[in-house]
């Protein structure tokens, strides 16, 4: 007695099966390079920006950093780690996202709870960087401008590679 029962439409018509529901088909959607590409990024850049923020709160200022670099003393191990921790963040952020955007096909049904869960971790992050933020430099503002844009040249020139090299052809 397995199967459908038979429902009539009309009066006096034959007797025709119930057709259960059909089903929405997601087709997974492929997005151009150019997308891909410029998402990794965008997001390499604001790793660094974070990044730029966190050494900041932890007394690393780029000016300070900057003048490290090229001084005698010391410091220039502790100015260069903090110029790669920097470049590293654009680097390996835009790798991972462009490398995620190019092998994996939209829409992510599958990975709705992962989605969710990353969604939240990155906003509560972001939300403690704001935090921190608020701290203010002791440099000028022409020099803090000129270290702040040679900074995000770097960072942008190695998210550039790192999504490059990780967008699948």
């Given amino acids: 007695m397995g ?65 490290g670099l090229f001084a005698a003393q010391g410091l220039q191990s502790r100015a260069a780690a903090a110029l790669w921790l920097f470049a590293g963040a654009a680097l390996l952020v835009s790798a991972a996202v462009a490398a995620a955007l190019s092998r994996y096909s939209l829409p992510w049904v599958r990975f709705r709870l992962l989605r969710w869960v990353l969604g939240a971790a990155i906003v509560a992050g972001l939300a403690e960087i704001g935090h921190a933020a608020n701290a203010t430099s002791g440099a000028g503002g022409g020099t803090q401008l000129a270290v702040g844009l040679a900074a995000f040249a770097l960072a942008t020139v190695m998210a550039m590679l790192g999504a490059f090299f990780t967008v699948r052809r």
Avoid: N, Y
């Fill in 3 to 67: 199967g459908h029962k038979p429902v009539c439409a009309e009066p006096g018509t034959p007797m025709q099966p119930f057709a259960p529901p059909k089903r929405k088909v997601v087709r997974p959607l492929d997005l151009p390079r150019a997308l891909v590409f410029g998402t990794g990024v965008t997001c390499g850049v604001l790793a660094a920006m974070c990044v730029q923020i966190l050494l900041g709160s932890a007394g690393l200022e780029l000016t300070s950093v900057w003048r």
